[in-house]
């Protein structure tokens, strides 16, 4: 389990920088690219609920004609991934400390 979370947590940091910096740039292709990439990263850590806001926010993305239609929506699923993040740091360190133990 500490190397799942090890192999997620170096591809979702980067994934999640190239994800807010697309949307900055207003580049809606690369905004849905990147969420249905990272899409997956949380259901194989255990947070399904996190999993489901990326794919509905794909499913905006899909949709959208202009990326500030989804400001809002963008805005609460940061929310939501930092928090996912820190909990995912959390967990893995756990592991790491109880595989040196």
Known sequence: MEEIFSITLSQLKPDLNVFKLSFERQDLP????MVHKIKPS????GLPAV?????QFEDLCANATDIDELKTPYIALCNQLD???IVIESEYFKFKEYNQA
Not at 42 to 45: S, Y
Not at 51 to 55: A, D, E, G, L, S
């Open 30 to 33: 690369s905004v849905r690219q």
């Open 42 to 45: 949380f259901g194989f850590v």
């Open 51 to 55: 999993q489901q806001t990326c794919k």
């Open 83 to 85: 928090d996912a993040l």
